[in-house]
C-alpha cells in the first residue's frame, strides 16, 4: 500500500513517515499543498494524508480539486482545529476522516486501515497464491497456517512479487518499483533480499514458490499441479 503524506512541519513529516514504513507502507512526501496535488493526480496513491497547513495551496481547494479528478481516493485530514464547525466543514469539503493536532500514533493507523477497509482501493486487500496469503491491510503474511513476520523492504518486495504474481520481473523493475532508485543502479540488494524471502517463505515448506529466471529476474507462482 502506497500513502502520499501532506504535512508542513518536516520534523512531524519525518517522524509519521518512519511509523507508517515501520508498518510496511510506502510513504511519499509532500511539503507543500501544490505538491501534494501534483503528485496525488500524477501518482499511483491508496490513501492521502493531509495537514490543511500546508504553506502552499488551499486545503480546502486541494480536497475540492483532489475529488474532482480522483474521487476514489481515500483522505485523512490533519488539521489542528477540532470545533464542531471546522470538522464539518472539512468532511463537506471532501475528506474521509479527520483527525485532530496532537494525535497518538497508532489512532493515526488504525484510522488509515479503517479507511483501507471501506475501498477506493484500485487493487486487491488480499493477495493470494498457492498457500499463501498477504493482507495489504493489517500487513501480515500467512503460509500454510505459519506467520511469518518481514521487515518492511521484505514486505514491499513480496507485495510487488505477489502483485505481478505469474510474471517475470526484472531486476532494475524491482529496484525502481520497490525501493524507487533510478535506473541503471548496480547493486546485488535485490540478489540479498531475495534470499533473505526464500528462507522466510519458502523455508520449511515443501514447494517453492519464489523463482529466479536466469539473466532475466524472478517470478512468484504456484507449484504445478500434478
Known amino acids: 500500500m502506497k500513502i502520499l503524506l501532506a504535512e508542513q512541519d518536516p520534523y512531524l513529516?519525518?517522524?509519521?513517515?518512519?511509523?507508517?514504513?515501520?508498518?510496511?507502507?510506502?510513504v511519499e512526501l509532500a511539503q507543500d499543498g501544490e505538491q501534494a496535488q501534483r503528485l496525488a493526480l500524477a501518482g499511483s496513491?491508496?490513501?492521502?494524508?493531509?495537514?490543511?497547513?500546508?504553506?502552499?495551496?488551499?486545503g480546502d481547494g486541494l480536497l475540492t480539486n483532489l475529488r474532482a479528478a480522483n474521487?476514489?481516493?481515500p483522505v485523512l485530514v490533519l488539521s489542528e482545529g477540532s470545533r464542531v464547525e471546522e470538522r464539518v466543514q472539512i468532511l463537506d469539503a471532501g475528506a474521509d476522516d479527520?483527525?485532530?493536532?496532537?494525535?497518538?500514533?497508532?489512532e493515526m493507523a488504525a484510522r488509515i486501515r479503517a479507511l483501507l477497509r471501506r475501498?477506493?482501493?484500485?487493487?486487491?486487500?488480499?493477495?493470494?497464491?498457492?498457500?499463501l496469503r498477504l493482507d495489504r491491510i493489517e500487513r501480515t503474511i500467512v503460509r500454510d497456517g505459519r506467520s511469518i513476520s518481514l521487515s518492511t523492504k521484505e514486505f514491499a518486495l513480496l507485495e510487488y512479487?505477489?502483485?505481478?504474481?505469474?510474471?517475470?520481473?526484472?531486476r532494475a523493475q524491482i529496484?525502481?518499483?520497490?525501493?524507487?532508485?533510478?535506473?541503471?543502479?548496480?547493486?546485488?540488494?535485490?540478489d540479498v533480499y531475495i534470499n533473505y524471502l526464500r528462507r522466510k517463505v519458502d523455508g520449511g515448506s515443501q514447494a517453492r514458490l519464489i523463482h529466479?529466471?536466469?539473466?532475466t529476474g524472478y517470478r512468484l507462482c504456484a507449484p504445478p499441479t500434478m
Open 45 to 58: 496513491f491508496d490513501l492521502m494524508v493531509l495537514d490543511l497547513g500546508c504553506r502552499r495551496g488551499s
Open 161 to 170: 512479487l505477489m502483485l505481478n504474481a505469474g510474471r517475470t520481473v526484472s
Open 71 to 73: 474521487p476514489d481516493l
Open 13 to 26: 513529516a519525518s517522524f509519521m513517515a518512519d511509523a507508517l514504513t515501520s508498518q510496511n507502507y510506502g
Open 175 to 190: 529496484i525502481v518499483e520497490v525501493w524507487h532508485l533510478a535506473t541503471g543502479i548496480t547493486t546485488n540488494v535485490v
Open 119 to 131: 475501498g477506493g482501493v484500485t487493487q486487491p486487500t488480499v493477495l493470494a497464491v498457492s498457500d
Open 212 to 215: 529466479t529466471v536466469r539473466g
Open 98 to 106: 479527520f483527525l485532530a493536532k496532537p494525535f497518538a500514533v497508532a
